[in-house]
Structures are given as C-alpha cells and as structure tokens.
C-alpha cells in the first residue's frame, strides 16, 4: 500500500483554520446563552407549541386533512364510479344492494314465479322478474334449480360489459347447517 504524504503548505492551511481564533467571525444576531442552563424564551415557545401539536394529535383535534380537490385515496374508485348518478338510496328493497338481501324461497303464482327475499332491514320481500334493486334487476327466477340471477350494473373500466349476472341459489338445511 502506498501512504500518501501531506505537504507542508496543506498542513499549515489546516492548522491556521483551526487554531486561529479571527478566523471565523462570530453571529452578532445570535443570542447568549441563558444564565444556569435555563431554556431561551423562543426555547420554550417552540417547546410549547410542539407539547400542544402532540396533545392536540392525540386527542383527535389536531389532525386534519385537505384534500384540496384531489381524491380520497382510500376509497376505491369502481365504487365511485358505481355511485355516480345514483344519487341516495330510496326506502325498501329498491335501495340495497344484491349482496344485502338473502333468498329465502322462491313461490308459484300462476305461471310466473315470486322470489322471496330476506332485506338488510330483516323484512321480507316478494319480487319477481324485472324487479329492481338498487344496483341491479332480475332477470330470471328458476324454482327447479332454486336460484335467482341478477343482473348487476357495473362501472368498472376494465370491465367490456357494463353488468355481470349475479345468482342467489336456495340452500337446503342440511347445506346450511354445514
């Protein structure tokens, strides 16, 4: 290994910019430090305010958040485009969505058949083919299958249709209890 040399006129530099006390002017505008190790006066406010940031986060208060126009980035943005031009949900049956209601059973009447439906508000309800609901409709009611298909509205860009059938199918007690 080869060990590198200092010059004496690089030494001499390094020494004279430590040990030469004019060197380096001192700040006119910084302060003194206080008597006894106490805190500055701007210390002590800045100090303050970071304690009470802290409290204030803590409790809740303190943060807040601005979108400033942009997006909330945790929610997704199929439901957002699913939920454009809807607007609020009406009363009843028409205003869940194919996946709050449960099928209970599915009935005769004449020629036609009724599918019975358990609502999230735990009412029942009778609809039957071209029914809505508020993200889709029925579109066929099989009572030798036991199963109900909807067809559900879709705004998914990745999507080449704008819905997707959906089945309900009855289930027997023993499938239940399992």
């Known amino acids: 290994m080869s060990r590198r040399l200092l010059r004496p006129a690089s030494l001499v530099l390094g020494l004279s910019l430590v040990f030469c006390p004019g060197a380096h002017a001192e700040d006119p505008t910084a302060a003194t430090p206080p008597p006894d190790g106490a805190a500055a006066p701007q210390d002590t406010e800045t ?55 449960d099928l209970v059973g599915i009935v005769q009447k004449g020629k036609s058949h009724l599918a019975f439906f358990n609502g999230s508000d735990n009412k029942g309800y009778f609809m039957k083919v071209g029914d809505t609901l508020y993200d889709g409709k029925i579109v066929r009611i099989d009572r030798r299958t036991g ?18 059938d959906v089945s309900k199918r009855l289930t027997t007690a023993e499938e239940g209890s399992l």
Do not use: C, H, W
Request: charged letters at 25%.
């Open 47 to 101: 100090i303050n305010r970071i304690m009470q940031d802290n409290e204030a986060m803590l409790s809740g208060r303190g943060f807040t958040y601005d979108p400033a126009g942009r997006r909330d980035p945790f929610r997704s943005l199929v439901d957002a485009m699913n939920a454009i031009g809807r607007g609020p949900r009406p009363r009843g049956i028409a205003g869940m969505l194919i996946s709050e209601v």
């Open 147 to 164: 199963t109900v298909v909807f067809r559900q509205d879709i705004n998914d860009p990745r999507s080449i249709k704008p819905y997707r």
